[in-house]
């Protein structure tokens, strides 16, 4: 009986441990992401901020891969971690000053870029690390999951208690929290290091081996999925605000918070629904919510827009985070940091990347004289989710019921 009550204070403990690194990590990238854009505009940098935007995409398309690769082949995950973190808070202090001196704009984008770089593979390396520890991630990995959303949100509450919205202090007060993820690592039991492997490939070095996952089906449906429901999705972010303020709601920081209210509702709920439910049937909710979360704001109404806002959550989580379950359940540990890697590519690179640009050129192709068509433009979105729900229900197969313990 004690030794179950060490086990079980040990567990606790542990568990702690990594419900703070994802509440400290998810601070930290809220306080740079969000007041970004306002913090550009207040110091004259307009004409880059597309360009610092998609930053972030062009870093996921390389940064993840290979530190994962790292991560599987080199180093323990846990100092990866430490070395990013570090790297991560001084890019952005560079970055966080050079809009304050008003450097050269170009030079400012090339600093932001670094700081994308050095940033892009902790998401995925935090939750490389947060998988190892977990005894039943189908069950424990949504609520530790929901820290994040939850330190986020903090982050942003931080910026606006510092007055800092337009102010390079949010970046310094976010390499601050850089700061301290890399200070709280060191509290982390350091995962096994990989054996070193002589003679490798410069395809392997880059991590690019992971491409070879693509060949098993039902793996390559998932990342396509990931990849093909972000591209809709890019939207919701950068034209949801304008629209509820052409409808009159003021405050629509606050009122787009509803979305992640309920992300945090569906993340608690998920080790249930991964317990009783296929994953198919999750992944196809996820998605029926995002159908319904572009539909419902194609009315064109508060309460209807509102609705929507408020699925975005469930539709994330469901479509998002169970992803990255089934990436922990069905891929050999050896290959997990990039198979991480990979899903983060094809959601934050490709999906981001496209979805910003097309979004953008299909925001414009619905612009009239007399203002935007955000019937058209909401339509086209849900549309656009409806093909992906479409291709998931005929591509995906999964494991049957005959396997109904695993995932499937």
């Not at 004259?44 to 996921?60: D, R, V």
């Amino acid at each position: 009986m004690c030794c179950v009550r060490v086990l079980r204070t040990i567990r606790r403990a542990e568990y702690a441990e990594l419900v703070a690194l994802f509440f400290i990590q998810g601070a930290a990238l809220g306080i740079w992401l969000v007041p970004l854009s306002t913090v550009l505009d207040a110091h004259g940098l307009h004409a880059i901020k597309p360009f610092a935007y998609a930053t972030s995409a062009l870093a996921a398309f390389v940064s993840p891969l290979i530190f994962g690769a790292m991560a599987d082949r080199h180093a323990s995950p846990v100092k990866v971690l430490r070395g990013l973190s570090l790297a991560t808070a001084i890019a952005m202090t560079l970055a966080s000053t050079a809009i304050k001196l008003k450097w050269n704009p170009w030079l400012v984008l090339a600093l932001i870029q670094l700081h994308a770089l050095c940033s892009s593979p902790t998401w995925s390396i935090s939750s490389t690390i947060v998988f190892a520890r977990l005894a039943d991630a189908q069950k424990e990995f949504g609520p530790i999951r929901a820290m994040a959303t939850l330190g986020w949100m903090s982050g942003c509450w931080l910026v606006s208690v510092l007055g800092a919205d337009t102010s390079p202090l949010a970046g310094y007060s976010g390499a601050v929290v850089w700061l301290a993820v890399a200070a709280f690592t060191f509290f982390l039991p350091v995962l096994e290091t990989p054996k070193f492997v002589e003679h490798l490939s410069l395809r392997q070095r880059l991590g690019l081996d992971a491409l070879t996952l693509l060949k098993n089906r039902d793996h390559r449906v998932v990342f396509i999925t990931v990849a093909l429901f972000a591209i809709p999705l890019a939207g919701f972010y950068p034209y949801a605000p304008p629209h509820l303020r052409e409808l009159g709601l003021q405050h629509t920081s606050a009122w787009m918070s509803l979305g992640q209210v309920t992300e945090i509702i569906a993340m608690l709920s998920l080790g249930a629904l991964l317990l009783n439910w296929r994953l198919k049937w999750i992944f196809i909710c996820g998605l029926s919510f995002g159908v319904a979360r572009f539909a419902l704001s194609a009315v064109n109404g508060k309460a209807w827009l509102l609705t929507g806002v408020v699925l975005h959550g469930c539709s994330f989580a469901l479509v998002f985070i169970t992803a990255q379950i089934y990436i922990d359940q069905r891929v050999d540990a050896a290959w997990r940091a990039r198979a991480q890697a990979l899903i983060a590519l094809m959601n934050s690179g490709v999906g981001n990347l496209i979805g910003y640009l097309g979004t953008g050129w299909w925001f414009a192709a619905c612009a009239r004289p007399t203002g935007t068509q955000w019937p058209l433009f909401w339509g086209g979105l849900a549309a656009a989710v409806s093909v992906v729900l479409v291709y998931f229900l005929v591509a995906y197969h999964g494991r049957g019921r005959e396997n109904r313990p695993q995932l499937s």
